[in-house]
């Protein structure tokens, strides 16, 4: 199926390894332009090469943190530059500290808004006037199932991801006349560093005592973790031509995790 996507340009952030590594392959191996940013430049660089050799799309690399506004400004600004607008935005970040809510400073609270709501925020307001010039875009904001249904111990995961499905949400509307969509992916427990790490901080508060990855299977009806091409798949159809009807949707990626109807 040709998504029709082929020249269009992405930027995709926290790109250099995991879920967004996994969307940037994706959208590359559909024709599209990359602009990729991530904290670690060298792994950055690298990941950045693989993806221009195996497919032969420009790819732009910028070492920036989203949680810092300058950053992402900075990373949009590189796209104009290099490649003359976006198309297709995914936003993305690392994950929060986990923690129960007494454990959790100020600070902690500060760090985690400006991780995960205010990055999601400032790269959207970078790029929508283009898109709505264009009355073409697609925003895709990387969130979680802790949004929908609340995992044990995420309370800044929980209550911030939740944050970007509502801004995501009734922004959905705002645009929706200029042909731009904006939705909403939600992993589940997949098989990446963050998933490995959260693992490890569980494992630790049951002294080792736990398989925390087998338990999680458990919870699973698919009955495994999933894999960063399987929510990548996602990724690529929703930012396409064909997905032009669908907006303002949270969709889950999570083998059944998510009890609920709705």
Known sequence: MDLGIRGKIALVAASSKGLGRAVAE????EGAHLVMCARGKETLEQTAESIRRTTGVKVVAVAADVSNSADSARVAKAAFDELGRVDILVTNSGGPP??????LTPEMWDTATRLLLKSAVELTRA??????????????NVTSIAAKQPIEGLM?????????????RTLANEVAPFNVTVNNLLPGFTRTDRVQELARAAAGKTGGSID???????????GRLGEPREFAALAAFLASERASYITGSSIAVDGGWIRSLL
Do not use: Q, Y
């Open 212 to 222: 925390i990855v087998s338990k999680w299977e458990k919870e699973i009806p698919m």
């Open 98 to 103: 986990s923690g129960p809510f007494e454990d």
């Open 156 to 168: 800044l995961s929980n209550s911030l991801r939740a944050a970007v499905i509502g801004f995501a």
């Open 26 to 29: 994706e959208l590359a191996a």
């Open 127 to 140: 790029v929508l006037p283009g898109m709505k010039e264009r009355r073409w875009g697609r925003i895709l």
